[in-house]
Nanobody, 126 residues
Framework: QVRLVESGGGLVRAGGSLRLSCAAS????????MGWFRQAPGKEREFVVA????????YYADSVKGRFTISRDNAKNTVSLQMNSLKPEDTAVYYC???????????????????WGQGTQVTVSS
């Protein structure tokens, strides 16, 4: 099993920044891609960003390109999401996820992930 714990959410004004972190434990192993998804009230969970197992490839939703940056430290089993120029529409619960697929555009689909964190709330006020 893989356990994922997110941290770093909170309340920020529009235009501000937040940094989310995800710590993985358990059978982390090598080869797992990592992703971030978000879910706003009344909406479906949507893809935000993903990073391949070695950090060499990243995938971004169009809505966050140029504002969000994902990174990972395999030595520490952590993944980070730097969010800049936040907008009220970024408000959601953000989930960290791990996939046994290490690479590929399929990482933009939630069904590619077998492990999920409990989520952390991000609220952006206007």
């Amino acid at each position: 099993q893989v356990r994922l714990v997110e941290s770093g959410g909170g309340l920020v004004r529009a235009g501000g920044s937040l940094r989310l972190s995800c710590a993985a434990s358990g059978r982390t192993g090598s080869g797992k891609a990592m992703g971030w998804f978000r879910q706003a009230p009344g909406k479906e969970r949507e893809f935000v960003v993903a990073i391949s197992w070695n950090g060499g490839t990243t995938y971004y939703a169009d809505s966050v390109k140029g504002r969000f940056t994902i990174s990972r430290d395999n030595a520490k089993n952590t993944v980070s999401l730097q969010m800049n120029s936040l907008k009220p529409e970024d408000t959601a619960v953000y989930y960290c996820a791990a996939s046994d697929y290490g690479l590929g555009s399929g990482l933009m689909a939630p069904q590619s992930y077998g492990y999920w964190g409990q989520g952390t709330q991000v609220t952006v006020s206007s």
